[in-house]
């Protein structure tokens, strides 16, 4: 037994939770919906707003058929209570009253009222203080207020009076609600009791037939919104699928042209801007290829001179020594070290040549990065000792293997860390290497000048340089970190940088371990534990953006 308890609590327990679930989820799907749809919050604020107004219209409208009905049912009352206390001024006057003729006064009263028994009547005889009077069809004496015979018997002769309130009956019959009048003439006491039943029954028919007229009229607005809203929302769709159709790449996207309204003006200007855009796109298409076209032909056609001259150039740097003139030893080296410049220019030029025409491959193989860091950085040694920096690696004891193009990976390292020392002041070189299951990465850290607001748009463009008139020990060509954020794309990874003035700069290569394969995220962060508040002053630069 108790086991079928629990199984019957955890079948309940599930339930709920499938229920509680279900409806999260069609809460968040409509919210969803109405975040994202124009029409969706139009219709939607249109039904909440409408439906107030109704609202609001309907209580009045009750309000002002109810104070019309009771004020016709009061007036109509009164009139009928004056004609009651002539009556009772005929049948009665001032003399004492009898019981048979205040019954006989008091049925003349009631037969007026007709067959449906439109009120009840109740007199009594003030001069009879332990005498409640005589009523109509078993009705209590209850039934009038006692503060209505209280401002009766303090109010002056021929004064009216009337209230609302509860009718009881003996004899078990339900009690109802109803107005009460009453006046006085003479030493008699003369009340009206009005059974409000029919009243109260158009007061409800009155508001059920506003509420379903203003349920369908809030409908019929929500409709009508709805349909205005589509009319403009249609159009305003398809401009902004024309316009991400067009943002891909589908330079030939334009809209259909309907009418002479504001969405035709709307689609017509769209139609102009994209075929402006197609042909400015194109034109740049085309000089960007002569660019590219004219770069490619002067490198490949500079090779051969320069290889004639870089054979003369050897053969005077082999016997500078030899020259009389000590001037053109000198002449010698300085020939020898601008050669070694042009070629380093000059082979750049070509690798960017091969990236713009889509001709630059991958050839990856398995390799620790921990490995190719310790090689370029017994490179780069020398020039650190020069510099004034040191090198310091954070490396992990486990391999860091990746797929990776051994030559392309040292190329975007020693451009990293001799950027590093050439602006490092001849503080430390901080080079940390980490993987998580899916990448790899390695950050680049340097204490020197670091880098200023706005230069985050160009720190990775063709020849810029962050202060031109700064002097480099190695005569850098302005390519380096251009070409190696083109290699790490090519490898489906990021090159992304971070840096702050007189706060040094920090650059992270981050990389998938397998070739082809999509980065999501990087095991090192890009901004260097320590730095503060400090905020990157360059976006991600991720591969095909």
Same mark, same amino acid.
């Given at each position: 037994?108790?086991?079928?308890? &629990? ?8 339930? @709920?939770?499938?229920?509680? !679930?279900? %409806? ?11 975040? #994202? ?12 707003? =409408? ?14 058929? =109810? ?15 004056d ?17 048979s ?12 009222s ?16 332990y ?15 006692k ?6 018997? $303090? ?31 003479g030493q ?6 009005? *059974? ?25 607005l ?9 009319? +403009? ?31 035709? !003006?709307?689609?017509?200007s ?21 660019? #590219? ?7 490949h ?18 016997? #500078? ?17 601008q ?9 750049? @030029? ?11 491959? @991958? ?9 190719? %860091? ?11 000792e ?5 090198v310091?690696?954070?490396? *992990? ?39 998580? &299951?899916?990448? +790899?990465?390695?950050? %680049? ?7 200023? /607001? ?18 480099r020990?190695?005569?850098? $060509? ?6 190696? &954020?083109?290699?790490?794309q ?25 070739a ?6 990087? *095991? @090192? /962060? ?9 905020? *990157? ?6 591969a095909?953006?």
């Amino acid at each position: 037994m108790k086991a079928d308890l &629990r199984r019957a609590k955890r079948f309940v327990r599930r339930g @709920l939770g499938a229920a509680r !679930r279900s %409806v999260a989820g069609a809460v968040g799907a409509a919210y969803l919906r109405w975040r #994202r749809s124009i029409q969706v919050r139009v219709v939607t604020s249109t039904l909440f707003i =409408s439906a107030i107004v109704v609202a609001i219209l309907g209580a009045f409208l009750m309000q002002q058929v =109810s104070s019309a009905l009771m004020d016709g049912k009061v007036k109509a009352a009164r009139l009928q209570l004056d004609d009651g206390l002539a009556q009772v001024q005929r049948d009665l006057g001032n003399s004492a009253g009898d019981g048979s003729r205040l019954n006989s006064t008091i049925d003349r009263l009631k037969s007026r009222s007709g067959p449906s028994g439109l009120y009840e009547v109740y007199i009594r005889d003030t001069n009879e203080q332990y005498f409640d009077g005589y009523t109509t069809n078993e009705l209590r004496p209850e039934s009038v207020p006692k503060r209505l015979r209280e401002e009766l018997k $303090t109010a002056p002769a021929g004064s009216r009076a009337y209230t609302y309130g509860r009718l009881s009956y003996l004899g078990g019959a339900p009690d109802e609600r109803g107005l009460i009048v009453g006046g006085r003439t003479g030493q008699f006491e003369l009340y009206y009791l009005f *059974p409000l039943t029919q009243e109260q029954q158009t007061l409800t028919n009155v508001s059920r037939s506003l509420a379903g007229v203003g349920i369908v009229l809030v409908l019929l607005l929500a409709a009508i919104a709805s349909l205005v809203t589509r009319q +403009v929302v249609i159009p305003v769709r398809l401009a902004a699928q024309g316009a991400q159709r067009l943002a891909a790449g589908r330079l030939e996207e334009r809209m259909r042209v309907r009418g002479e309204d504001d969405l035709a !003006r709307l689609a017509r200007s769209f139609n102009d801007m994209a075929a402006n855009l197609q042909e400015k796109i194109g034109e740049l298409e085309d000089l960007s290829q002569v660019q #590219r076209q004219f770069v490619s032909d002067v490198s490949h056609e500079l090779r051969t001179p320069l290889t004639t001259i870089r054979i003369a150039a050897d053969m005077l740097y082999e016997y #500078r020594e030899t020259f009389d003139d000590p001037a053109v030893g000198r002449s010698a080296e300085l020939l020898q070290s601008q050669l070694e410049r042009f070629e380093s220019l000059l082979a750049d @030029l070509l690798e960017i040549s091969r990236h713009d025409a889509g001709a630059a491959t @991958l050839d990856a193989e398995s390799l620790d990065m921990r490995d190719l %860091v310790l090689r370029v950085v017994g490179d780069i040694q020398g020039l650190a000792e020069r510099k004034g920096s040191k090198v310091v690696l954070q490396l *992990p004891g486990e391999p860091c293997m990746a797929e990776v193009d051994r030559r392309r990976v040292e190329r975007i390292l020693r451009n990293l860390l001799v950027n590093a020392v050439e602006h490092g002041e001849g503080e430390d070189i901080v080079i940390s290497v980490a993987a998580d &299951r899916d990448a +790899v990465a390695v950050a %680049v850290r340097d204490h020197g000048v670091g880098l200023k /607001p706005g230069e985050g748009q160009m720190v990775f463009d063709r020849f810029w340089r962050a202060d031109p008139a700064r002097a480099r020990t190695t005569g850098g $060509t302005g390519l380096g970190l251009s070409i190696s &954020r083109e290699d790490a794309q090519l490898h489906g990874g990021w090159l992304q940088a971070w840096g702050e003035p007189a706060a040094g700069s920090q650059f992270r290569l981050s990389l998938p371990r397998v070739a082809g394969a999509e980065l999501r995220g990087s *095991p @090192l /962060p890009l901004v260097p534990p320590g730095a503060g508040d400090a905020r *990157p002053l360059f976006a991600e630069l991720e591969a095909g953006e």
